[in-house]
């Protein structure tokens, strides 16, 4: 069986390098399949959420360390703030937001932060998820590295941004602002 690639020099946090797991994906592949579940506050009912359900549609894929952190918490309000303009309810595109947190906190998390427009999904039962888009942190088990992932109606990744500083918020907002770009480019063609 062979080990998936380790990468060195792509993500740190303060002096701390850190090795991501799993290839470096590029613009123009086949996004991976995930499955995420989902909690439906304050019911505690968890459902799953496969990529299958979105086939034929745009998708924004924002990975965060934990929304327990407030850069992260940051990240996500900053894609929901930026958000707001695109006509996602009428094109039918999606934006996710992946942790590994429990999906019940997600969805508490969501509800006090009165999120409208995004999904918070938890791929902690499918930890594979992380090494399958790059972003499996060795150092920080069950903490993905800060990634944003626009995939196209055809399935195909048309914006790859792995942020390297975990701790920078303007490198996430540049993130994030290329990936509404990009969702924007796809929603006008």
């Not at 500083?165 to 006008?188: R, T, Y």
Request: charged share 20%; glycine share 6%.
């Amino acid at each position: 069986m062979e080990l998936p690639e380790e990468r060195t020099g792509e993500a740190f946090e303060d002096e701390e390098q850190l090795t991501v797991i799993g290839l470096q994906l590029q613009v123009g592949e086949k996004a991976p399949p995930f499955q995420l579940t989902l909690s439906h506050s304050p019911l505690k009912e968890v459902t799953p959420v496969l990529s299958s359900y979105f086939r034929g549609r745009v998708v924004l894929l924002s990975f965060v360390n934990a929304l327990s952190t407030s850069v992260c918490r940051d990240q996500t309000r900053f894609l929901e703030d930026h958000t707001q303009a695109l006509p996602l309810r009428e094109s039918g595109a999606i934006i996710i937001t992946v942790s590994m947190e429990p999906s019940i906190y997600l969805a508490g998390w969501r509800d006090g932060a009165a999120l409208s427009l995004q999904q918070l999904l938890s791929a902690e039962h499918n930890p594979k998820l992380l090494e399958a888009y790059g972003v499996s942190i060795k150092e920080w088990p069950n903490m993905p590295q800060r990634a944003v992932f626009v995939i196209g109606g055809d399935g195909n990744l048309v914006l790859v941004r792995y942020i390297a500083d975990q701790g920078s918020q303007e490198e996430a907002d540049s993130a994030v602002m290329d990936a509404v770009e990009a969702v924007n480019k796809l929603l006008k063609a």
